[in-house]
């Protein structure tokens, strides 16, 4: 009798760079081939070890975006993607396993020159006096809105010691370019941004805030709660899950 495709687990996968190439040797460390079906540049394929397993090849970012939908089981992609697509991902995600690689943190940076500004209560005492300054709200040019919005409320993630003081005076521009850039060119006060060594911060005459450390991410392997998980789909998930070792 043939499956359905209810019957069958779809895993999504990164579909180039440096995250596919690392979401696919560390499949193969685990005995699990990940192969596209068709030509090398299509987006279905399998796991030739677990004939029951669909794979897409897509974006980090639209994988995110198919787990909040319920629309794919499994997904490797960065925690980032998950936080700001999904508002509540604790309750709409199973964070199953962090991979160790992908890792970036999603950062508060302030122009160098702000020399009375290292906190979160620096900062929000700044945008009190650029509002009686400029009549207007402080601008904070970033990609994530979600979490920017969040953190800035007061809501903490991972291992802060504490929760973070709220920042209230503010608005977000949407950064369309380099992010970095957005102070320099005079589009923004300061950013919200990814980071993984600090350097182009730093080219940009930027750092980043003492408690600036919105979320430390990487990829990790993630289960949607919103999929349907029979228990036939459930033993493929935990088979999947047992083989892999970051």
Same mark, same amino acid.
């Given at each position: 009798?043939?499956?359905?495709?209810?019957?069958?687990?779809?895993?999504?996968?990164?579909?180039?760079?440096?995250?596919?190439?690392?979401?696919?040797?560390?499949?193969?460390?685990?005995?699990?081939?990940?192969?596209?079906?068709? !030509?090398?540049?299509?987006?279905?394929?399998?796991?030739?070890?677990?004939?029951?397993?669909?794979?897409?090849?897509?974006?980090?970012?639209?994988?995110?975006?198919?787990?909040?939908?319920?629309?794919?089981?499994?997904?490797?992609?960065?925690?980032?993607?998950?936080?700001?697509?999904?508002?509540?991902?604790? !309750?709409?995600?199973?964070?199953?396993?962090?991979?160790?690689?992908?890792?970036?943190?999603?950062?508060?940076?302030?122009?160098?020159?702000?020399?009375?500004?290292?906190?979160?209560?620096?900062?929000?005492?700044?945008?009190?006096?650029?509002?009686?300054?400029?009549?207007?709200?402080?601008?904070?040019?970033?990609?994530?809105?979600?979490?920017?919005?969040?953190?800035?409320?007061?809501?903490?993630?991972?291992?802060?010691?504490?929760?973070?003081?709220?920042?209230?005076?503010?608005?977000?521009?949407?950064?369309?370019?380099?992010?970095?850039?957005?102070?320099?060119?005079?589009?923004?006060?300061?950013?919200?941004?990814?980071?993984?060594?600090?350097?182009?911060?730093?080219? !940009?005459?930027?750092?980043?805030?003492?408690?600036?450390?919105?979320?430390?991410?990487?990829? !990790?392997?993630?289960?949607?709660?919103?999929?349907?998980?029979?228990?036939?789909?459930?033993?493929?998930?935990?088979?999947?899950?047992?083989?892999?070792?970051?």
């Amino acid at each position: 009798m043939n499956e359905t495709a209810a019957e069958r687990l779809v895993l999504a996968v990164p579909s180039k760079g440096r995250l596919m190439e690392d979401t696919t040797a560390l499949f193969a460390k685990g005995g699990l081939t990940l192969a596209r079906t068709g !030509n090398e540049r299509g987006y279905r394929g399998e796991v030739k070890e677990l004939p029951g397993v669909d794979v897409a090849f897509v974006s980090a970012s639209e994988i995110a975006d198919l787990i909040r939908k319920g629309e794919v089981h499994l997904g490797v992609t960065g925690e980032d993607l998950i936080r700001e697509q999904i508002p509540d991902a604790d !309750n709409a995600v199973e964070f199953l396993l962090p991979l160790g690689f992908g890792h970036a943190d999603v950062v508060i940076a302030v122009p160098d020159f702000w020399i009375d500004v290292s906190t979160m209560s620096d900062l929000e005492e700044a945008a009190l006096l650029y509002r009686r300054m400029h009549g207007s709200r402080m601008r904070v040019a970033t990609k994530y809105r979600t979490l920017t919005r969040m953190y800035f409320a007061g809501h903490r993630y991972g291992d802060q010691p504490r929760a973070v003081d709220a920042v209230s005076m503010y608005r977000i521009v949407e950064s369309l370019g380099a992010t970095e850039g957005a102070p320099a060119a005079g589009l923004a006060e300061l950013i919200v941004d990814i980071t993984s060594t600090g350097s182009t911060l730093r080219a !940009n005459g930027l750092r980043v805030l003492d408690d600036g450390i919105i979320l430390r991410s990487q990829a !990790n392997l993630v289960a949607s709660r919103r999929a349907p998980f029979g228990e036939r789909l459930a033993a493929l998930k935990d088979d999947i899950l047992a083989r892999i070792t970051p």
